[in-house]
């Protein structure tokens, strides 16, 4: 086996890439922090912003061009440009989930972003749109699925699988050998006992401690966790089709 890498060491998705065009799908401030982040922490020049034009409001945003979403492809060609999907957990992750899916069907590649001050050992996973940011510390293994946010100092444990769509707040621990359901909500400080297996679009209350298996749409808070009978998509004001 080879040495394991020195404390501190990059993931190769820190490095990729050549200084890309990014456009930044979002005007809100998800897409303000991408911006920075990108500008002050990556290769990628941020070139633009885009929004469904039944949202744009100004021209321009944070010192770009703002172009709407439906003709994103004649401004920026997907042949020369890639785009990163920078919203929040709006209608939990399904507003980014839809937007995302627009984008690919548009013709782009989205970049991911991964801090070069956290810790990602080099066997992870990581798919297209994750958002990692600084401190965040991720085991052997382990795999980030595609438009994941990682916010700032969490604990991803080895071969543990986080899938699409999901949003973890700061300084969640998420143990070894666990899976979390597509678009589920993890709030700040939570914490995930070893072995779980989270459902699909479940909401995690700040400072939970989840012992046991949970339900697809649950809600849950408390120490030990606890499902409060709510309905996630309710909580998160998702319209019900």
Same mark, same amino acid.
Request: charged share 15%.
């Given at each position: 086996?080879?040495?394991?890498?020195? $404390?501190? #060491?990059? @993931?190769?998705?820190?490095?990729?890439?050549? *200084?890309? !065009? /990014? =456009?930044?799908?979002?005007?809100?401030?998800?897409?303000?922090?991408?911006?920075?982040?990108?500008?002050?922490?990556?290769?990628?020049?941020?070139?633009?912003?885009? $929004?469904? #034009?039944? @949202?744009?409001?100004?021209?321009?945003?944070? *010192?770009? !061009? /703002? =172009?709407?979403?439906?003709?994103?492809?004649?401004?920026?060609?997907?042949?020369?440009?890639?785009?990163?999907?920078?919203?929040?957990?709006?209608?939990?992750?399904?507003?980014?989930?839809?937007?995302?899916?627009?984008?690919?069907?548009? *013709?782009?590649?989205? =970049?991911?972003?991964?801090?070069?001050?956290?810790?990602?050992?080099?066997?992870?996973?990581?798919?297209?749109?994750?958002?990692?940011?600084?401190?965040?510390?991720?085991?052997?293994?382990?795999?980030?699925?595609?438009?994941?946010?990682?916010?700032?100092?969490?604990?991803?444990?080895?071969?543990?699988?986080?899938?699409?769509?999901?949003?973890?707040?700061?300084?969640?621990?998420?143990?070894?050998?666990?899976?979390?359901?597509?678009?589920?909500?993890?709030?700040?400080?939570?914490?995930?006992?070893?072995?779980?297996?989270?459902?699909?679009?479940?909401?995690?209350?700040?400072?939970?401690?989840?012992?046991?298996?949970?339900?697809?749409?649950?809600?849950?808070?408390?120490?030990?966790?606890?499902?409060?009978?709510?309905?996630?998509?309710?909580?998160?004001?998702?319209?019900?089709?």
């Amino acid at each position: 086996m080879g040495e394991p890498p020195a $404390a501190g #060491a990059r @993931h190769p998705l820190q490095t990729a890439g050549h *200084g890309d !065009p /990014v =456009v930044i799908i979002g005007t809100g401030e998800q897409a303000a922090i991408a911006c920075e982040y990108l500008t002050c922490d990556s290769p990628h020049e941020v070139v633009a912003f885009s $929004a469904e #034009a039944d @949202h744009l409001t100004t021209d321009t945003f944070c *010192g770009r !061009p /703002v =172009v709407p979403l439906e003709r994103l492809a004649s401004y920026y060609p997907p042949a020369s440009h890639r785009a990163l999907v920078a919203v929040s957990s709006t209608q939990l992750n399904r507003l980014r989930r839809r937007l995302y899916e627009a984008v690919k069907a548009a *013709g782009f590649d989205c =970049v991911s972003y991964v801090s070069t001050a956290a810790f990602v050992w080099p066997s992870v996973q990581i798919g297209e749109n994750a958002f990692i940011f600084e401190n965040n510390v991720i085991q052997r293994m382990a795999q980030i699925g595609n438009n994941v946010i990682l916010w700032s100092g969490n604990h991803v444990g080895h071969q543990t699988v986080i899938e699409d769509d999901c949003f973890v707040a700061s300084h969640v621990v998420i143990s070894g050998f666990c899976s979390v359901g597509r678009g589920s909500y993890l709030g700040v400080n939570s914490c995930v006992r070893d072995g779980l297996s989270l459902a699909e679009e479940c909401v995690i209350g700040a400072g939970a401690v989840v012992v046991k298996d949970t339900e697809a749409r649950g809600v849950y808070v408390g120490n030990p966790a606890r499902p409060t009978g709510r309905d996630s998509l309710t909580t998160f004001g998702v319209a019900r089709s």
